[in-house]
């Protein structure tokens, strides 16, 4: 007679592939809204040439977005709310006309030189990412007035860049650990609004103590 723990250890294998097997049904059926979801939004922005891709679960932007956007002369882009760790080099290529990008709340830490060819751009939205230093490609874009890079790790600012960028008017740098000298070099702009948070002294810093 087979001890009953053999009968034990079957039915926890057997409920072990059950529930793989049930994941994996579900992961397959979110995976499956995700591209209905993508195609549905793809096929509004070809009526108001506002692509909104925001909270698709993207890792990146689809081929297959760019194939459906080929007749479409889209003005604004909205990527926001996604895992996307990079924008690839023919995005400028493929939405070159974009007034507006918004790329806030992803994982980007860089982007690419070619966003500087995005020669209609007037307002990009980095914020809430995993840059360290403000983007150079941020100050080439020719038409680029309104910079938001709110909520990123960022400690170096070309403020010399900055200042002789084309067009930008509008820098939204709020919750970045800039260093100090730097802070004191953007508050001395005066061609260029730059927003910065106001850092309460610590207690050590204090010489009035």
Not at 72 to 78: G, P, V
Not at 150 to 177: G, M, Q, Y
Request: net charge negative; proline share 6%.
């Amino acid at each position: 007679m087979r001890p009953p723990s053999s009968h034990f250890g079957a039915d926890i294998t057997n409920t072990a592939n059950n529930e793989n097997m049930v994941a994996n049904m579900i992961c397959t059926r979110l995976a499956g809204r995700a591209v209905i979801r993508v195609v549905g939004r793809c096929n509004e922005a070809q009526d108001n040439n506002n692509l909104d891709l925001s909270e698709c679960q993207l890792m990146q932007v689809p081929d297959a977005v760019y194939h459906l956007m080929r007749h479409t002369e889209l003005k604004a882009c909205n990527l926001s709310s996604n895992v996307i760790t990079k924008i690839p080099p023919k995005f400028a290529v493929k939405f070159s006309l974009i007034t507006e990008l918004n790329l806030s709340n992803n994982q980007m830490s860089k982007l690419p030189d070619e966003l500087a060819d995005l020669a209609e751009l007037e307002r990009l939205d980095i914020s809430h990412n995993a840059f360290i230093n403000l983007p150079l490609v941020a100050y080439r874009m020719p038409k680029l007035t309104t910079l938001n890079a709110t909520n990123n790790h960022i400690v170096e600012v070309d403020v010399e860049r900055l200042k002789n960028s084309p067009s930008l008017a509008d820098v939204d740098l709020r919750e970045n650990p800039i260093p100090p000298a730097t802070v004191a070099a953007l508050n001395n702009l005066t061609t260029i609004r730059v927003r910065l948070t106001v850092k309460e002294p610590e207690e050590w810093e204090d010489l009035n103590i």
